[in-house]
C-alpha cells in the first residue's frame, strides 16, 4: 500500500494564481483531512471530509476550496493565491473507527510558497 | 474553547539524556491522546496513542506516555534519547465520542540532540 500520497511535492505560485492540491489514499478511509502548518502554529486544519460528497470547514478555510468526488481522492483548490497562504500542507486520512477514535495517517506535504 | 498547550518549543539535549516533554489539554471529557512525530523533511507518523485502560502507554522507539486524568496532561518520555530522535513532536487530543474535525494538534516541539 502507497498509504497516503500527495501531489505535488513543491510549487510556487504568483500571488492571484490557481492551484489544486491533490491527496490520495489507498486504504479505503472514511475520513480525510488538509491541514497547514506553519513555524510555531502546529498544524490546523483547513477543510475535511467524512464521506465522499461530503466536506466541511475545518479551523481556517478562508480562501479554500475542497472537493471529495471519489472516497480515496481529495483536492484542495485556491482560487486565488495570496503570500499567506505560503506554508506546508498536509493531507490526512482516517479510519471510522468505533468509539470516535479518529486515528490520522499522513501523507507527505506539499511545500506552497506564493511570491 | 478546548486547546492543546506544549510549553516546551524546542528541548536540546545530549545523546543518553532522559527526555520528557509536556502535553497539557483543556477539555474535561473523555478523551483519545496521541504523540506525532516529524522527522525533518518528512510527514507526520504516530509514535504513540491512549485511548483507554492503562494510562501509561509505550510506543514506537521506546518512547512511553502517562495519562495523568487529574492534571490533563498526556506527557512523553524517553529515558535515553539518541541522535535520530532530532525531530518535532507534536501532541493531538481528540474528545472521545466528538467528530472527525475535533482533533486538536499542540503546537509542537522542537527536539534537537547533540551527538
Known amino acids: 500500500n502507497a498509504g497516503v500520497t500527495q501531489t505535488p511535492k513543491f510549487r510556487v505560485l504568483k500571488t492571484g494564481q490557481s492551484m489544486t492540491l491533490l491527496c490520495a489514499q489507498d486504504?479505503?478511509?472514511?475520513?480525510m483531512y488538509w491541514y497547514r502548518q506553519d513555524p510555531g502554529m502546529g498544524l490546523r486544519l483547513i477543510h475535511y471530509?467524512?464521506?465522499?460528497?461530503?466536506?466541511a470547514k475545518g479551523e481556517v478555510p478562508d480562501g479554500y476550496n475542497v472537493s471529495r468526488l471519489k472516497k480515496q481522492n481529495f483536492l484542495l483548490g485556491l482560487e486565488s493565491a495570496a503570500p499567506s497562504q505560503t506554508s506546508v500542507y498536509f493531507c490526512?486520512?482516517?479510519?471510522?473507527?468505533?468509539?470516535?477514535?479518529?486515528?490520522?495517517?499522513f501523507g507527505p506535504g506539499t511545500r506552497l510558497t506564493v511570491t | 474553547a478546548q486547546s492543546v498547550s506544549q510549553h516546551n518549543h524546542h528541548v536540546i539535549l545530549s545523546e543518553a539524556a532522559s527526555l520528557e516533554l509536556g502535553c497539557n489539554y483543556s477539555?474535561?471529557?473523555?478523551?483519545?491522546l496521541f504523540w506525532y512525530v516529524q522527522y525533518p523533511g518528512q510527514h507526520l507518523q504516530l509514535l504513540l496513542k491512549?485511548?483507554?485502560?492503562?494510562?501509561l502507554v509505550k510506543g514506537i522507539k521506546g518512547f512511553e506516555a502517562e495519562f495523568i486524568k487529574s492534571k490533563f496532561s498526556f506527557n512523553l518520555r524517553k529515558p535515553s534519547v539518541q541522535w535520530s530522535d532530532t525531530a518535532e513532536y507534536f501532541c493531538?487530543?481528540?474528545?472521545?465520542?466528538?467528530?472527525?474535525?475535533?482533533?486538536?494538534f499542540g503546537s509542537g516541539t522542537r527536539l534537537s540532540i547533540r551527538p
Open positions: 490526512a486520512s482516517s479510519p471510522q473507527l468505533a468509539g470516535g477514535l479518529y486515528e490520522q495517517y
Open positions: 486504504m479505503n478511509h472514511e475520513y
Open positions: 471530509s467524512v464521506g465522499e460528497g461530503t466536506t
Open positions: 477539555y474535561g471529557g473523555t478523551v483519545n
Open positions: 491512549y485511548f483507554s485502560g492503562d494510562p
Open positions: 493531538a487530543v481528540n474528545p472521545g465520542y466528538s467528530s472527525a474535525s475535533k482533533i486538536i
